[in-house]
């Protein structure tokens, strides 16, 4: 695979609004904004349009619908910004979340709950759209589907389950064990 672009995503669903990129990112996002595709993941990528494709219709970001002064004023929680990319500098998250790698994505989507995703992932092990996932994240009232492609000790043969406070929704530490 080479130059991967989701069919059902734009680069701003993917990126934070542009002041906040680093300004190399954003004169690349001023002079051509498709090649930030780039910076991403390609695995991680070709999972997202596999799950959009799977579930429907789906948000990572959507800073874009908004003015530019709302999209950049975090007090206004409504507004999705670092679903995808997050710069290093953003205070959202953990320091080293798959997120500032380009490898992570927090998918909302309209159709189907994380708890029906984490379930389709248990039945279906060996689906398309779960191959690359290497982490998930889940605990109780979660209302988005946090996957990503990063490693860990058991990469390619399980998907981590990453919980919160102990939370784990119920899963138990590895999802699925992978039979590729």
């Known amino acids: 695979m080479s130059n991967f672009v989701p069919e059902h995503f734009a680069i701003e669903e993917l990126i934070p609004p542009v002041p906040l990129l680093p300004k190399q990112m954003q004169q690349v996002y001023a002079s051509n904004p498709q090649k930030l595709f780039r910076c991403f993941d390609q695995l991680a990528l070709v999972t997202l349009d596999r ?33 995808g990319y997050r710069p290093w500098e953003c205070e959202e998250g953990a320091t ?17 709950s994380p708890p029906e995703i984490w379930a389709d992932m248990q039945a279906k092990t060996n ?30 043969e399980a998907v981590r389950v990453i919980g919160y406070r102990g939370n784990s929704a119920g899963l138990g530490e590895y999802l699925v064990n992978k039979v590729y």
């Open 51 to 83: 799950l959009r494709k799977r579930y429907g219709s789906c948000l990572i970001n959507n800073w874009k619908a908004f003015s530019p002064e709302d999209a950049l004023d975090l007090s206004k929680k409504h507004i999705f910004r670092f679903s």
């Open 96 to 112: 080293l979340s798959e997120h500032r790698m380009f490898r992570a994505f927090d998918c909302k989507f309209r159709n189907v």
């Open 127 to 156: 689906a398309p759209e779960f191959e690359h996932i290497q982490r998930i994240e889940a605990f109780e009232g979660m209302s988005w589907f946090h996957f990503d492609t990063g490693q860990h000790e058991r990469y390619g």
